[in-house]
């Protein structure tokens, strides 16, 4: 099943939602220290974040998923919250889907797969031989160097 990394801000309320997770065949991994750096060694298949507690920090965190580009492909998940706190986090972070319990959140990560990876774009025809000097040339700049 999936890997997934489960932001909560409070590791106790956290444990049931991770159990029924982990019961239906999820790696799931809890980060609930909001000062503590997340590990991204592994990069997960999903990222489940509770909007129950410090839901700013977790639209922060979705938008640094949804815009890093070694991250942008993690499937994204918000979960619980009262509405106006999801209603502002799903506009904030479009790319995130809102479950209102973990029996949606399951329904969701059925199936999900790895998710692919970022190729970087190889430059190709011309702009692939512009050099430094070409630049200052084009610009008007005086060559650097000797």
């Known amino acids: 099943m999936a890997s997934i990394v489960y932001i909560h801000w409070h590791e106790q309320e956290a444990r049931p939602t991770a159990r ?13 220290d909001s000062k503590a750096k997340l590990d991204f060694s592994a990069i997960p298949e999903a ?20 815009t890093t580009k070694k991250l942008m492909n993690v499937k994204l998940f918000f979960i619980g919250g009262k ?6 986090a799903s506009d904030r972070v479009p790319a995130a889907l809102a479950c209102v319990d973990v029996e949606e959140l399951l329904e969701h ?3 999900i797969e790895p ?3 970022v190729v970087p774009a190889k430059v190709k025809g011309p ?3 512009v050099t430094a000097a070409t630049r200052a040339a084009k610009s008007g700049r005086p060559k650097s160097g000797g």
Do not use: C, M, T, W
């Not at 029924?20 to 609930?32: F, P």
């Not at 509405?83 to 502002?88: C, E, G, I, N, T």
């Open 20 to 32: 029924a997770l982990e019961k239906n065949g999820h790696d799931v991994r809890i980060h609930s």
């Open 47 to 66: 990222l489940v974040i509770s909007l129950e507690r410090l839901p700013a920090n977790g639209r922060e965190i979705a938008d640094y998923f949804a």
């Open 83 to 88: 509405q106006d706190v999801v209603d502002l």
């Open 109 to 111: 990560l059925d199936g």
């Open 115 to 117: 998710p692919a990876p």
């Open 127 to 129: 702009l692939s031989r």
